[in-house]
């Protein structure tokens, strides 16, 4: 196994060749911020927020494989400004609700950007205002808070292989959605729910629908599948 040599933050370190920057961070102990990454799933550079210096570029982390001598920087005023930067623009197109919104405090998004310091959004420009999608009974998609890291397509095509959300429409129209943008209802969700746990924002969460679930299912009478077994006495 050829193993490659570099340094990141001043340690020197070897990994096998292969691996990404991030990946090499990592088993060093050092943090790098992600979004969009996740494992051998979604490494897609999507969201750009794991921009490192390498060799004196800027680079995504998660997608940039390890050379030979590589000297990476994940920290530097640069570094720390791009990040903020990339989180800003995210935001510019966010909707202000975190005070309502399902994520609040449990939200990638505002955890990162209380960590760069973001207190104001200097960018200003078009904004979304599409509908949500309310017609499962269990997964709400609101896509005005989608910020197309892609997890949620990962997991239902490479965990769950329902294929059901994908990429739809072109640049700022861009969603994450159903094909055609059809209501989830519409199409073969499972309701797994794999999405909602893979979303890093509130853009795909869970609908407290169980009436309509039972609806969906057909009558609650019909559907009693509990049996309970007799008690077993101990002598
Ligand atoms: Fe690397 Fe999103 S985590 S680009």
């Known amino acids: 196994m050829e193993m490659i040599n570099l340094t990141i933050d001043g340690q020197q370190i070897q990994v096998k060749a292969g691996t990404t920057v991030l990946e090499a961070a990592r088993s060093a102990g050092i943090k790098i911020p992600t979004l969009c990454y996740m494992k051998e799933i979604n490494e897609i550079g999507a969201c750009r927020v794991c921009v490192v210096e390498a060799n004196g570029r800027m680079v995504a982390s998660c997608v940039t494989p390890v050379t030979e001598g590589m000297e990476i920087k994940t920290n530097t005023p640069a570094v720390r400004e791009a990040r903020k930067t990339v989180v800003e623009l995210m935001i510019s197109d966010h909707p ?8 609040n405090g449990k939200c990638e998004l505002q955890t990162l950007a209380e960590n ?8 200003e420009g078009a904004r979304r205002d599409l509908p949500k999608d309310t017609s499962s009974p269990s997964i709400v998609r609101d896509p005005n808070k989608c910020i ?18 994908g990429g739809q429409n072109r640049g700022f129209n861009t969603i994450v959605a159903p094909a ?3 209501p989830l209802n519409d199409v073969a969700c499972t309701m797994c729910g794999q999405c909602i746990h893979a979303c890093p924002v509130g853009a795909i969460y869970e609908k407290d629908d169980t009436a309509k679930v039972w609806e969906a299912l057909g009558d609650p009478e019909k559907h009693v599948v509990v049996q309970i077994a007799p008690a077993v006495r101990v002598a």
């Open 180 to 182: 055609f943008s059809l």
């Open 116 to 123: 760069l310091g973001i207190r104001e959004i200097p960018y």
């Open 148 to 165: 197309l890291c892609r997890k949620c397509e990962a997991v239902c095509a490479k965990i769950q292989e329902a294929h059901v959300l």
């Open 96 to 103: 202000m609700e975190c005070l309502t919104c399902e994520r």
